[in-house]
Each structure stands twice: as structure tokens, then as C-alpha cells.
């Protein structure tokens, strides 16, 4: 097992001085993560999705509950094991560096000062997302949205993490170059054993990347169920709903 969250709460204060009022966004959310599977998170906007995310990457913190990682307190993780893929690949680069640069630097913050080694180590990941060589010396604005998010999802593979969390990594793209980048996903997921943790909310890229799934609704946890299972007949009222709403929508 990756990854174990037992109990999780967070909650946000909302208005401001005597106005103040607690928000509860996660209620006591537990799971268990399995070593190579693709584990999604799914629910409507607002339901807390993300804040588990941040909370795994150390982003934000939680309230209560623990999360172990690799059996240990995740505040005890090595940072490079875990790494993320955010939505919106123009954001996520910088856009004042080279592609190579961008793909060394996590090589370079982890100690590798070897030319060679680091030269080598980006033209592997460059063939490994499917970009060409050429790439590597152009900047991000020169790259279409599909090409900028298979170099995000090389800079997050090029450490080898043992958990990646994935947060809408494909809504901000065409329907075509999702399936691509979910195809890439699947690749790392296959040939490296990565586990991923995939935050979405489109029920179509789910069904399609998924081996178990947890559906959120209103920061509480619905179900866990294996994806065809799920498809096939949900537990929960929330999940039928869900399932209702894409059969109506066809
Ligand atoms: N830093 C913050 N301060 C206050 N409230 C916040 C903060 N971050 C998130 N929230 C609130 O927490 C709730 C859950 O947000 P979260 O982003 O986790 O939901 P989500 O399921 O990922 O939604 P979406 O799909 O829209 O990103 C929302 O009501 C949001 O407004």
C-alpha cells in the first residue's frame, strides 16, 4: 500500500471578525491507496476533491485524522516521492525557461550536477512523453497545450515518485489530446508501477483511467468502489445520481 488516510478532516473559516463561521470541507475521509493503481477522486465542484490533494502534496494542512505514506507519517515522506500534475499546463511552467531546463531542474534540486547524466536523463523523458528532441530547446509559449502537459508530466516523472496526484490534468484540453495525455498516464502507471491519485470530475476520463474510485459529495465520502463496478451498478444514491445525469445527458 502507498498510501492510508484515516479520518481526515479539514474545514475553512469563511467572512470576516464577528461574522467569522467554520466551514466544514472534509468530514472524516478514509482510504487506502494500493502500490500501482490509478485511484481517482470524483464529485461535483466544490466537494473537496482538491483539498485532499493539497493535503497529500503538503500544500495545505488538515485539521485531523493521519495519512501515512509507504507506511510512515507523511510528514516524514521524502519530498521527490510524491509529485503533481495540475490542470492548467500554462500556468505550470515557467515560461522563461527552455523545456530541457525545465525537465533538469527537479534533477538539479535533487543534487545531480552531472552535464552528461542530466543531458541524458532529459533526452529519455523528452522521448518518453513523445516529444521530439528539438523540444528541449524551445520555450513553453512554442508548444500547443497537449505538447506543454506531456512536459509537466515529464518534469513530475523525472524524479521516479512512488505516488503522483493528478488534479484535472486533462479538462483545460481537446477531447483528442485528453485521450492522448490519459494514454501517457496509463504508460508510467504500466511501466514504471507509479500510483497515481486522479482528481476529476468528468465521469468519461474517470470510467476511462481508472481502477478504483471514490466519490465525494459535499466533502463525505459516498463510496469506494472498483471503476466497473461502479459504472456497472453504484452504491450510493449520490453515485446513481451521477451515473443518472450522464445517461440523461446522452
Ligand atoms: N483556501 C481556501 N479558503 C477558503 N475556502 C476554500 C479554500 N480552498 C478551498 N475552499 C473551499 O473548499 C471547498 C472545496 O474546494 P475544493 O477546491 O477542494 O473542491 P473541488 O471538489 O476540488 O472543486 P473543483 O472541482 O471546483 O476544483 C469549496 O467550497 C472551496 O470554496
Known amino acids: 500500500m502507498v498510501l492510508k488516510v484515516d ?26 491507496v494500493n502500490t500501482g493503481e490509478i485511484f481517482s477522486i470524483i464529485g461535483q465542484s466544490g466537494a473537496g476533491k482538491s483539498t485532499i490533494g493539497k493535503i497529500i502534496l503538503g500544500i495545505e494542512k488538515k485539521d485531523s485524522g493521519t495519512i501515512e505514506f509507504l507506511d510512515k507519517p507523511l510528514e516524514q515522506r521524502n519530498i521527490r516521492d510524491i509529485q ?29 550536477k552531472n552535464k552528461l547524466v542530466l543531458e541524458e536523463k532529459v533526452g529519455n523523458m523528452l522521448e518518453e512523453v513523445g516529444l521530439h528532441k528539438a523540444c528541449g530547446d524551445k520555450y513553453p509559449d512554442e508548444l ?14 523525472i524524479l521516479d515518485p512512488k505516488l503522483v496526484v493528478c488534479d484535472e490534468p486533462v479538462a483545460s484540453l481537446d477531447l483528442s489530446i485528453q485521450r492522448q495525455i490519459l494514454k501517457l498516464i496509463k504508460k508510467f502507471n504500466r511501466e514504471k508501477n507509479t500510483t497515481f491519485i486522479f482528481i476529476s470530475h468528468d465521469l468519461g476520463v474517470v470510467y476511462n483511467i481508472s481502477d478504483r474510485i471514490l466519490v465525494l459529495y459535499k466533502g463525505e465520502t459516498q463510496e469506494i468502489s472498483d471503476v466497473l463496478d461502479f459504472f456497472d451498478c453504484p452504491k450510493s444514491d449520490y453515485g446513481k445520481e451521477l451515473l443518472d445525469g450522464i445517461r440523461i445527458k446522452k
Open 144 to 157: 500547443s497545450g497537449g505538447q506543454r502537459q506531456r512536459v509537466v508530466i515529464g518534469a513530475a516523472m
Open 7 to 32: 479520518k481526515l478532516c479539514k474545514s475553512y473559516e469563511k467572512g470576516f471578525f464577528l461574522f467569522k463561521k467554520k466551514k466544514d470541507i472534509l468530514k472524516n475521509i478514509s482510504f487506502e
Open 84 to 112: 503533481m500534475i495540475f490542470q492548467d499546463p500554462y500556468s505550470s511552467l515557467n515560461p522563461a525557461m527552455k523545456i530541457k531546463d525545465i525537465l533538469a531542474e527537479p534533477l538539479k534540486a535533487n543534487g545531480e
